[in-house]
């Protein structure tokens, strides 16, 4: 018995294989979709154009110019202007002078600012939508409209109501001395601190020896006085004016619980409170992470409330006027921009830090 010889052509099975179609159909495809993204990216450009002209050039230029000592009178690239490499942050970061007691100053200022403020401001908000979510409230749509009116109302015009309500003789004062028989002070213009009213009330009135150490050119008694009067005013302000956005947002997180859940934790016994802090609250995790994050970048950028009210005091300059005032008035672009790059990164490295310890889900 003869065994026919192998033959090495391809059989016809193989031949009639759908593996050619199938690759011409592959190649198709993708042809079809690089056109797609030729014509997405052609749709886009114009987008991405004034993203770059507008965005990403213009922080290029600041970055550069941080790195300089520039005027502002000349071209950032002219002969006169110089490269200083690192020495505009070491001025404010290492090297003990008026520039680095002012940053640190603003510092000091502003996170007294945010420690107050956000979580006051976040209180408030998710206090202010659960008593307009209360379908039994009369009238919620006129409650939500007060309540939101002072988020988008002029901020200009209300620090300016704000200056005329807290000046010596102003109404806060009025109503201190009418009520209570207590003279009020100058507030926007009162440098001292909370903390150090409160220890000069208790008998404390020179600091220890360890609180003569400095940081950034601030001793730590300074950093410890807390807010002066003048910034608690501010944060009365933003607190009442930015309640009413972060309760819009708090609100549509409360309409999307369904009424079940809060039913069922009342037929298993729970009371109001072990509702809300067991049942409601975890279900608003996300919106709360992101009012967090939101009101941390904002206080952080204060800026045109200082403008109106604390541009002759040192006790309310923050990082954001900073940056402003060596810049336009004493020409220092260089440091200005130095400032305002710090401020970026204390703003990053904030966040992510907040990011880390509080997450949005429960389960990580």
Not at 39 to 58: E, K, M, R, Y
Not at 78 to 99: D, E, I, K, M
Not at 105 to 126: D, G, K
């Amino acid at each position: 018995m003869t065994t026919a010889p192998l033959d090495s052509t391809p059989s016809a099975s193989a031949a009639t294989s759908p593996l050619p179609f199938l690759r011409g159909a592959t190649h198709q495809r993708s042809s079809a979709t690089r056109g797609h993204n030729v014509f997405g990216w052609l749709f886009v450009s114009p987008a991405l154009a004034i993203l770059l002209i507008f965005l990403v050039v213009p922080i290029g230029l600041a970055l550069y110019v941080s790195f300089t000592d520039w005027s502002g009178v000349t071209s950032p690239f002219g002969s006169t202007v110089h490269f200083v490499g690192l020495a505009n942050y070491r001025a404010l970061l290492t090297q003990p002078g008026l520039t680095q007691s002012n940053f640190g100053t603003s510092i000091r200022n502003n996170f007294y600012y945010v420690l107050f403020t956000v979580p006051l401001q976040t209180v408030l908000a998710l206090w202010l939508a659960i008593i307009v979510n209360n379908r039994f409230l009369k009238g919620r749509g006129l409650f939500r409209t007060a309540f939101y009116f002072p988020s988008v109302t002029s901020s200009v015009a209300i620090t300016v109501v704000f200056i005329f309500l807290f000046q010596s003789g102003g109404a806060v004062n009025q109503i201190l001395h009418g009520l209570f028989g207590i003279n009020g002070p100058n507030w926007l213009y009162d440098t001292r601190g909370v903390f150090t009213l409160i220890l000069n009330g208790l008998g404390v009135h020179n600091p220890p020896g360890w609180a003569n150490g400095q940081f950034l050119g601030v001793t730590w008694w300074d950093w410890l006085a807390g807010p002066s009067l003048g910034m608690c005013v501010l944060i009365i302000q933003i607190t009442w004016t930015t309640s009413g956005t972060f309760m819009l947002m708090f609100l549509a997180s409360l309409q999307n619980i369904s009424g079940e859940v809060e039913e069922a934790g009342a037929v298993d016994g729970a009371s109001p409170w072990q509702r809300f802090r067991y049942v409601t609250l975890p279900m608003l995790r996300p919106t709360l992470v992101l009012v967090l994050t939101l009101g941390l970048i904002s206080t952080w950028q204060v800026f045109d409330q200082i403008v109106l009210t604390g541009q002759n005091n040192a006790t309310m300059t923050t990082p954001a006027y900073e940056s402003y005032y060596v810049s336009f008035q004493d020409n220092a672009f260089g440091q200005g921009a130095a400032i305002a790059f710090m401020l970026f990164l204390l703003i990053v490295v904030l966040t992510l830090i907040q990011r880390r310890f509080v997450k949005e889900d429960l389960t990580k």
